[in-house]
């Protein structure tokens, strides 16, 4: 079975600039999560989506975070403008059903210089 | 305010002998609880879980204890290998599972050979 898969690995941007990841999580996942993992803390989640509605976004920063998840499969994560203190990984995971263990792609190290 | 504790921020052990990883928690309506193990440059992997309605599970050389009064749990890895050197994160969730996971700092765990 293949695993959550994220793209890029690595990415490297100027403050101010706009930069987006993507997530494609494991066939038949239902919910999808995007975590933000700054270095020396646990996983924050920012989003969840159940299908391609939202379930809870309530520690997303709104001001320049979106997300989207088109037809209940793949999403992408857009930051703009991008701030120094966004510099961490970004994590997606999904699970079969709302509740049960989430698998994690191996995430996306953004760095904000 | 941080929900999810892992007070140790790293442990060595001997192989061989048991590794012991701790979590408090603060919040009561948490009931269900996992560990994650994290390797670098890799995404979490999820390792066990308990729900409230049980004080122990296992699973192999890993064993979850739930102390529900002291809204404590631990990870009890016996016997210690080298391989499980890596970070360890608790996460909870409440509504038997069905709100988004609250993830501790983690603990490194260093099994020395």
């Known amino acids: 079975e293949a695993g959550v898969a994220q793209s890029p690995r690595y990415k490297i941007i100027e403050k101010r600039q706009s930069v987006a990841f993507w997530c494609n999580p494991i066939?038949?996942?239902?919910?999808l999560y995007w975590y933000q993992q700054i270095l020396g803390q646990g996983p924050k989640l920012l989003i969840q989506?159940?299908?391609?509605?939202?379930?809870?976004d309530s520690q997303l920063p709104k001001d320049r975070f979106s997300a989207e998840r088109l037809k209940g499969v793949d999403s992408t994560l857009k930051i703009q403008p991008a701030k120094l203190e966004d510099s961490a990984v970004y994590l997606c995971?999904?699970?079969?059903?709302?509740?049960?263990?989430?698998?994690f792609g191996q995430g996306t190290r953004l760095t904000v210089v | 305010d941080q929900q999810v504790k892992q007070n140790s921020p790293s442990l060595s052990v001997q192989e061989g002998r048991i590794s012991i990883l701790n979590c408090d928690y603060t919040?009561?309506?948490?009931?269900?609880f996992l560990w994650y193990k994290k390797y670098p440059a890799e995404g979490p992997t999820f390792l066990i879980s308990?729900?409230?309605?049980?004080d122990k599970n296992e699973d192999g050389r890993f064993t979850v204890f739930l102390n529900k009064s002291a809204k404590h749990l631990s990870l009890h890895i016996v016997p210690s290998q080298p391989g499980d050197s890596a970070v360890y994160f608790c996460?909870?969730?409440?509504?038997?599972?069905?709100?988004?996971?609250?993830f501790g700092k983690g603990t490194r765990l260093s099994v020395i050979a």
């Open positions: 066939s038949g996942h239902a919910t």
């Open positions: 995971a999904s699970s079969l059903l709302w509740g049960s263990e989430a698998f």
């Open positions: 989506f159940q299908n391609n509605g939202v379930v809870d």
């Open positions: 308990i729900s409230s309605i049980k």
């Open positions: 996460a909870a969730s409440g509504d038997s599972g069905n709100t988004p996971l609250v």
């Open positions: 919040n009561s309506m948490f009931d269900y």
